[in-house]
């Protein structure tokens, strides 16, 4: 993935097809973030063949910041105890859809998708089941004109689906 999104041309929307069967695990950053980036898993989120992302340690992340950029279609799966920054949205219009999201690692208080200052962010049609006290999505700062819609969400432990500070707008 990290190849395929380092051959991408900032603000032209270039797409990264990962195909089934492809696995990744991350112990750091998944890439660097490209504006426009798309990165698109072929094949069935959650299915066995589906493209599979693991976060492998508690440094590991996926982080949007570029803006526009786009995750669909991906297993994206951690069984670490503590990740500190699961997926982190800071780009202005990220879209993260149709992905399955299982964190069963005890994450306590830290948030699996965690987003910050974001404008025009598009939460959409995930599966995301947590072990966490903490909420499932957190959205804080400056946040303006997201969505989070007709996302399936299974908290494992006792914490809140889905937050947002007084700063946050839309």
Do not use: K, W
Not at 81 to 92: D, E, K, L
């Amino acid at each position: 993935i990290a190849a395929g999104v380092a051959r991408c041309r900032a603000g032209l929307n270039d797409v990264v097809v990962v195909l089934p069967g492809h696995t990744e695990t991350v112990t750091t950053t998944l890439f660097t973030p490209v504006s426009g980036a798309q990165i698109i898993g072929a094949g069935f989120p959650g299915a066995a063949n589906a493209p599979n992302v693991t976060l492998s340690a508690t440094a590991a992340t996926i982080a949007l910041s570029a803006a526009n950029m786009t995750i669909a279609g991906l297993n994206i799966n951690s069984a670490t105890a503590a990740v500190t920054g699961a997926i982190v949205i800071t780009g202005a219009g990220v879209t993260l859809a149709n992905n399955f999201i299982s964190f069963t690692g005890a994450l306590g208080t830290n948030v699996a998708i965690q987003v910050t200052a974001a404008a025009t962010c598009r939460i959409l049609d995930n599966y995301i089941a947590v072990s966490s006290t903490g909420s499932i999505v957190s959205i804080t700062g400056a946040s303006t004109n997201y969505l989070v819609h007709q996302n399936f969400f299974r908290q494992l432990v006792s914490g809140a689906y889905v937050t947002s500070d007084a700063t946050a707008t839309g």
